[in-house]
């Protein structure tokens, strides 16, 4: 089955900690994002990369890094410095079919993260 | 800037009353995208439609129909003869240039 996976679905973490949580897509699709969720929120955008090896900020960058060594895989890392991280994150890809892509994106299950 | 509303924060109805989700946009932009997302409690957002700027004609899908008015800056959502599955919350977004902006989201509650 196509689809994104994400894992964790629950992830606790001690305040001080770098967490990764993971993102795989094999829609072959160009283009992944991660979003941020709080309670009775929208979603707000941290990262999301068009190209293997190239990632662009968001919205809400501080504080999260991201890598995109492969197509299929685009892991966010909470770093300390990240203020408040307790939130669901969700992943999301798209085909991405130029520049300015306005592809619909699908989104992964997501992953709720809690700072103890 | 670009911005999405969704004044509705919550909505309560009986199964088989009609329900529309209102969802009103700003934007400089002439072409855009529009989106609805439903978010069950698992929590995945599940796409639900997509339309863009030039395509003022409303759309139907089984008991799901959206309302686009370019004139208000509006795109909403009717859910017809609700059931009990269609409780979830609903994301309106808009989209320029491969990001998405999301409204605060409304959560609708359909009770037997």
């Known amino acids: 089955d196509g689809g994104i996976t994400q894992s964790p679905k629950y992830l606790f973490r001690k305040e001080g900690q770098n967490v990764t949580l993971s993102c795989e897509q094999n829609?072959?699709?160009?283009?992944m994002y991660w979003y941020r969720q709080d309670p009775g929120q929208g979603l707000r955008l941290i990262y999301y990369?068009?190209?293997?090896?190239?990632?662009q900020k968001g919205d809400i960058a501080e504080g999260y890094s991201v890598s995109r060594e492969k197509k299929e895989s685009f892991p966010l890392t909470v770093t300390s410095a990240q203020k408040n991280p307790t939130a669901f994150y969700l992943c999301?890809?798209?085909?991405?079919?130029?520049?300015?892509?306005?592809?619909?994106?699908?989104f992964g299950p997501g992953t709720r993260l809690t700072v103890l | 800037a670009q911005k999405v509303t969704q004044a509705q924060t919550e909505i309560s109805v009986v199964e088989k009353e009609d329900v529309t989700l209102d969802c009103v946009y700003e934007?400089?932009?002439?072409?855009?995208?529009l989106f609805w997302y439903k978010q069950p409690p698992s929590g995945e957002l599940v796409f639900l439609i997509r339309?863009?700027?030039?395509?003022?004609q409303n759309e139907i899908s089984g008991r799901y129909s959206w309302n686009f008015q370019k004139s208000t800056s509006s795109f909403n959502f009717t859910i017809t003869a609700s059931q009990v599955v269609d409780s979830a919350v609903y994301f309106c977004?808009?989209?320029?240039?491969?990001?998405?902006?999301f409204g605060q989201g409304t959560e609708l509650s359909v009770k037997p």
């Open positions: 977004a808009l989209s320029e240039r491969g990001k998405l902006i």
């Open positions: 934007t400089r932009d002439t072409t855009y995208y």
């Open positions: 829609l072959n699709h160009d283009a």
């Open positions: 990369s068009q190209i293997v090896n190239d990632f």
């Open positions: 999301a890809s798209s085909i991405d079919v130029g520049g300015y892509s306005t592809d619909t994106q699908y």
């Open positions: 339309r863009n700027s030039f395509d003022e």
